[in-house]
């Protein structure tokens, strides 16, 4: 299988900058998609069951793992979300598979929101 058959899906992805509502004057989420996070390869796959678990952390929520070329923006689970398809995730935690030699890729852990 080629790298780029691997990539099979398209992800873009979003970042919130809050903004006060004029009336209320509560906070609200505001998204808007990353100039150079759109439209970008990827592959996202189910995860049984709805348990990812790391050495520090078990994720009781998750239900997806997006695979993901390495790219120069930092994607942070705290600001980003990530469309898929016409569904949106949020990002529980963001895996860089790289080393001292090698540009691998990035495993991000989801929770599907719609």
């Known amino acids: 299988m ?7 899906d398209t992800c873009t992805f979003q970042l919130n900058t809050p ?7 509560q906070w609200e989420d505001s998204w ?4 150079l996070l759109t439209n970008l390869k990827c592959r996202i796959e189910p995860i049984g069951g709805g348990l990812m678990a790391t050495p520090t952390k078990i994720y009781e929520d998750a239900t997806h793992t997006l695979f ?16 898929i398809s016409g569904n949106t995730y949020t990002i ?3 895996q860089d598979l790289s080393d001292d030699k090698n540009v691998h890729h990035l495993e991000l852990v989801l929770s599907r929101v719609t």
């Open 92 to 94: 529980l935690l963001v």
């Open 32 to 35: 808007a998609n990353v100039a």
């Open 2 to 8: 080629s790298i780029e058959s691997f990539f099979k």
């Open 19 to 25: 903004a006060q509502n004029a009336t209320s004057g």
């Open 68 to 83: 993901l070329r390495k790219y120069a923006t930092t994607i942070t689970t705290k600001d980003h979300r990530v469309v």
